[in-house]
Nanobody, 126 residues
């Protein structure tokens, strides 16, 4: 079992930055690929970024490429999402998720992830 707790969301003006954190319980954090997903009202849940269990490979959705950066600290059982140059269309509830993987890869589909945090609201005003 893994419990995930996100923090760092909030209200920010367009062009601003936020850093999301996701703290995981348990002693096997390094066995999990991690993903950040978001869901805006009336829309499906999309993967904005993912990272392998070792942290050496990352994925970014085209909509956030060059603006967001994912990282992880396996010693602290934490994954981060640094969000810069925020836009109003980034407004959503952001979730972190954990996927126990057998190798050094990540998934970008929500159905692959076994554990989810409660979500944190990010609102970007224009």
């Amino acid at each position: 079992q893994v419990q995930l707790v996100e923090s760092g969301g909030g209200l920010v003006q367009a062009g601003g930055s936020l850093r999301l954190s996701c703290a995981a319980s348990g002693r096997t954090f390094s066995s999990y690929a991690m993903g950040w997903f978001r869901q805006a009202p009336g829309k499906g849940r999309e993967c904005v970024s993912a990272i392998t269990r070792s942290g050496d490979m990352t994925y970014y959705a085209d909509s956030v490429k060059g603006r967001f950066a994912i990282s992880r600290d396996n010693a602290k059982n934490t994954v981060y999402l640094q969000m810069n140059s925020l836009k109003p269309e980034d407004t959503a509830v952001y979730y972190c998720a954990a996927d126990r993987v057998s190798g050094n890869y990540y998934n970008i589909y929500a159905s692959a992830y076994e554990y989810w945090g409660q979500g944190t609201q990010v609102t970007v005003s224009s």
